[in-house]
């Protein structure tokens, strides 16, 4: 069964950070491009970043670049999300996804940012 | 950026009805378009890629059908377990973007 499995969320206070993790099994993480979509409270989906399966390429949405960055480790299987200097607007449950279009997703993670 | 609408915002509908949901890009994304369920407090689940290829275990009652700049996602006859948000996502062009979804619920 392929199942993937963030942690890392909490309550920070704007201008913290925090630094997200997904674990994957049931399927070899570094054949895949992963990526890191949110959900604020109520709203839709949003995409905010992917890395390549070789790490050598990353893409971010205007509202995180240069405060979020993404990374992974296949030998661990594990995608990661670090972010810095965190706005009230980051306040989201976090999934990491896999793929191209996203086949598989994890159960999320909330942050919530607040002071 | 790709903007990504979907219509209607809300849908009230039968089980047994036939529903369409309609997403527009803002530019061309050939057939780079996937379909996702939502239901509350889960996380989203893949039904179409491609446009118009049914994930693997979804439902023949769910299609996907466009390219370009318009698409539909059609359920054939409504279940009870379809009532739902539906979100469209292009992947064509960084950043990658979802449309506002469609609450599809009972009538």
């Known amino acids: 069964e392929v199942r993937l499995v963030e942690s890392g969320g909490g309550l920070v206070q704007p201008g913290g950070s925090l630094r997200l993790s997904c674990i994957a099994s049931?399927?070899?993480?570094?054949?895949?491009?992963m990526n890191w979509v949110r959900q604020a409270p109520g709203k839709g989906l949003e995409w905010i970043s992917n890395?390549?399966?070789?790490?050598?390429?990353?893409h971010y949405t205007e509202s995180v670049k240069g405060r979020f960055t993404i990374s992974r480790d296949n030998a661990k299987n594990s995608v990661y999300l670090q972010m810095n200097s965190l706005r009230v607007e980051d306040t989201a449950i976090y999934y990491c996804?896999?793929?191209?279009?996203?086949?598989?997703w994890g159960q999320g993670t909330l942050v919530t940012v607040s002071s | 950026d790709i903007q990504m609408t979907q219509s209607p915002s809300t849908l009230s509908a039968n089980v047994g009805d036939k529903v369409t949901l309609t997403c527009r890009a803002s530019?061309?994304?050939?057939?780079?378009l996937a379909w996702y369920q939502q239901k509350p407090g889960k996380a989203p689940h893949l039904l179409i890629y491609?446009?118009?290829t049914l994930e693997s275990g979804v439902p023949s009652r769910f299609s996907g059908s466009g390219s370009g700049t318009e698409f539909t996602l059609t359920i054939s006859s409504l279940q009870p377990d379809d009532f739902a948000t539906y979100y469209c996502?292009?992947?064509?062009?960084?950043?990658?973007?979802f449309g506002q979804g469609t609450k599809v619920e009972i009538k």
């Open positions: 996804a896999s793929g191209l279009y996203f086949r598989h």
């Open positions: 049931g399927f070899i993480l570094n054949s895949y491009e």
């Open positions: 890395i390549s399966s070789s790490a050598i390429n990353t």
């Open positions: 530019q061309s994304i050939r057939n780079w």
């Open positions: 491609k446009a118009s």
């Open positions: 996502q292009q992947y064509n062009s960084y950043p990658w973007t």
